[in-house]
């Protein structure tokens, strides 16, 4: 693939996913509204949609992504160009997940009880069995969108599955503005349980597993334009499932220790009382911190992926590890400057979020989005570079790092199960914060040893150009926050939508072009890159 074409792919990636992004965090915004951030309700659809979650990452992120664009890529070279292989392939995905349903099913109840072991309200216990019911078929949908996404993204048709999930949130917002115009809003979370009657529970469960089947669905309307067609093939001889599950082992490995000890932290999470930060805030503030890195950075990466395999099955790793190298300092350079300014805007970002919600609330998630911002570009880091493990068919080697980093997370969340109620989610958030920084610094050194030289002193260079461009930026920003008004109950960047809004644009735009300016006077290099590329496309339009 060309240097054009990956920039158009990039292109293509970055809009669909921001388009995505932002109807997804329209989505939380308008779930925020209608059963708040804290309360018995959001607590309980924030425990009951882990599990469907929890098990897509778990087979599908976990053990099929790693491996999926190599062997498809490989399979692409047979005389049938891998039509017989993606049959199986996603045949076997259908099968697999439909049949693990059931055991889903069975499991649920036990599961929202480890889940909720906090909770002393019988009624929110079976409002989220219902939920979770309702959101379980979302494991085979998700199931089909990342196995028939990766295939087209494998043959470098990468605009469906970037823009896929605009419907899923389009189809999940509708059914939660239906909500809120038939039993009303409740951005404070404080009303009962007593509403939540079956048509409720399907507005907002149900409209969450539809949007989720029509993502996945859509897919396959593209398949004739990468020259192919689906039919079921259940003769899973010869699709290379022994190989497959060799490299997918570890992954999978990865994946279950980080799941299982995330359910603990959930479960950890559900001992804060309905008024203060548990399980749905933490969530909530989750999805505002990975947009950033899933706008850039995956998009960025799901690009370069497809590149870096070919290369190393072409046998030419210098210029795998130049694609790697590249996408990490692209990577960090963009996620420093979000973190500085997202910590600086967290009260105005959570009044746009929540814009009915009290101002204790907007305090007590401002605090915690502020704390896991800390890892924004350490998380992006570990997650560029293990792409470059996974190129090399080596899931083996993060397993053992990411073991240590789930180790020290579930000794972090035991501890901070001692804690006051208050303060569980912030103590787990800093700690995680800090624990996958250093599982960045660990990723790097491994993987140079592994593979040579990363252009380490390149990295570190832009590392420390950025942090310089991020003071003067954080300055300039926090000066025109000032003079808005600052941080306060009545000032203007916090009272109301429309402030926080204006405030956050305004800050956003100072602080950007402050940090462009200074890293051109850096003569930063992924920046001089970044202005070219964006006269380029002013120039054609």
């Known amino acids: 693939m060309s240097t054009q074409n990956i920039g158009r792919a990039g292109l293509i990636l970055a809009s669909g996913t921001l388009l995505s992004r932002i109807l997804g965090l329209g989505r939380a915004m308008v779930l925020a509204y209608a059963i708040g951030s804290t309360g018995l309700a959001a607590n309980a659809f924030a425990a009951s949609i882990k599990i469907p979650n929890t098990v897509y990452t778990l087979i599908i992120t976990g053990a099929l992504t790693a491996v999926l664009v190599p062997q498809i890529t490989k399979a692409a070279l047979a005389k049938d160009g891998g039509r017989s292989y993606i049959n199986k392939l996603v045949s076997l995905a259908i099968v697999g997940s439909a049949a693990l349903l059931p055991v889903l099913a069975i499991l649920t109840p036990w599961l929202i009880a480890f889940l909720g072991a906090g909770w002393d309200n019988p009624q929110q216990t079976r409002l989220a069995t219902l939920f979770a019911f309702w959101l379980l078929p979302q494991v085979l949908f998700y199931s089909l969108y990342t196995v028939v996404g990766e295939v087209l993204n494998a043959k470098s048709f990468f605009g469906p599955y970037a823009w896929s999930p605009v419907l899923n949130n389009i189809i999940s917002i ?265 599982q960045a610094i660990a990723t790097f050194i491994v993987l140079r040893t592994r593979i040579g030289s990363l252009e380490g002193r390149r990295l570190l260079t832009t590392f420390l150009q950025s942090i310089i461009a991020i003071i003067f930026a954080t300055a300039g920003g926090a000066a025109a926050l000032y003079m808005m008004g600052w941080i306060s109950e009545t000032s203007f960047p916090v009272a109301s939508f429309l402030g926080a809004f204006i405030s956050s644009g305004v800050v956003t735009l100072v602080m950007g072009v402050i940090y462009i300016a200074v890293l051109l006077m850096l003569k930063n290099t992924e920046a001089i890159l970044v202005v070219q590329r964006l006269k380029r496309l002013v120039v054609r339009g």
């Not at 420093?336 to 998630?365: E, G, H, K, S, Y």
């Not at 915690?368 to 560029?384: E, G, N, Q």
């Open 174 to 438: 509708a059914g939660l503005l239906a909500f809120v115009w038939i039993y009303g809003a409740d951005p404070a979370g404080s009303l009962l349980l007593e509403r939540w009657d079956l048509l409720a529970i399907l507005l907002v469960a149900g409209s969450a597993t539809l949007g989720v089947a029509v993502q996945g669905l859509a897919l396959f309307a593209f398949w004739k334009r990468v020259g192919l067609k689906f039919r079921f093939d259940l003769k899973f001889r010869g699709i290379g499932l022994g190989t497959m599950g060799k490299v997918a082992f570890w992954t999978f490995l990865t994946v279950l220790v980080a799941q299982l000890v995330g359910l603990i932290n959930s479960a950890v999470l559900s001992l804060a009382r309905p008024d203060e930060a548990g399980l749905a805030a933490f969530e909530l503030v989750n999805v505002i911190f990975v947009m950033p890195h899933a706008i850039i950075t995956i998009s960025l990466v799901t690009a370069n992926f497809t590149r870096m395999s070919e290369s190393v099955h072409s046998g030419d790793l210098a210029k795998m590890k130049r694609y790697l190298a590249e996408a990490a300092r692209l990577a960090l350079i963009s996620m420093l400057f979000f973190t500085a300014a997202m910590i600086l805007l967290a009260f105005p970002l959570i009044r746009i979020i929540q814009w009915a919600a009290p101002f204790d609330v907007i305090t007590l998630m401002a605090k915690l989005l502020i704390v896991t911002l800390i890892c924004l570009a350490p998380y992006s880091l570990v997650f560029v570079l293990n792409r470059g493990f996974f190129a090399l068919s080596d899931t083996r080697t993060p397993f053992f790092i990411a073991l240590v980093q789930s180790a020290l997370i579930f000794a972090s969340s035991l501890w901070s199960s001692t804690l006051p109620t208050h303060q569980i989610a912030y103590a787990i958030s800093l700690l995680i914060s800090l624990i996958i920084t250093a």
